[in-house]
C-alpha cells in the first residue's frame, strides 16, 4: 500500500479497463482502413476476451472482491443494457431510420465474407460481437465509476455514442460525418444509448456493493 492507493487492486483494474476497451475500437479500426475485422477479430479480439477472463479468475483468486464484484456486476449491467439499446436500434433500422444492420454487418466483415453476404453463422458471430461491445462498456463504466447517480451513466453512454457517430466506421457507411446525411441515423444513436444509460446506472447502483472509488483503501483494511 502506498498512499492509502491498493496498488494490486490497481494493476488488476488497468488490465481490465485496457482488456475491456480494446474490442469497441476494433471495428472503426477495420473500418478506417488499417487491418480487416477478420483479422483483428483473432489477433486482438480473442487475446483481449482472454485476458480479460485470465484478469477476473486472478482476482477471484487473489481475493480482491471488490473488483470481482465490479466486473461481474457491469458486465451484467452492460449485457441487459444492450437488450434496451437494440429495441431502439432495432425498431429504427425496420423503420428505415438506419442504412443497415449492424451486427450483421459486423459479422459478415469478421467472417470476411463481404461477397457472399450474411449467413446464419455471421450473423451469430456478429450478434454476439455487438452484445459483448455492450457488457465491455459496462465493465469500463463499473471499473471506472462503480456506484454513481443515473446522471453519470447517462453521460458516459451519450460519450460512447458520439464515439461512434465521428468514427469512421458512420462515415464508412457513405450517410457522411455523423451520419448527418441521413438524420435518423444520429437521432437512432443518440435514443439507444440513452436507453442504454438509462437501465446501465439503476442495474449498477443495484449490482455493485461497495460505493467507494477502486483507488481508496478498502474499508474492511
Known sequence: MMSGIDLEELAYSLLVLGAAGVSPNLFWI???GYAPLSTLAVVVLIPSIVTLVAVLALARLR???RLVNRILAGAAAGFVATIGLEIIRFTSFHLGGMPGSMPELLGVLMLNRFMEGPSLLSNVVGWSYH???????GIVFAVLFGRKPLAWALVFAELVGVGFLVSPAVTAMGIGFMGLGMPAMPVTVVAAHTVYGLILGPVCLRWIRDPG???ARRLAE
Open 131 to 137: 452484445f459483448w461491445n455492450g457488457v465491455t462498456f
Open 30 to 32: 477495420a473500418q478506417a
Open 213 to 215: 472509488w477502486l483507488l
Open 63 to 65: 481475493q480482491r472482491r
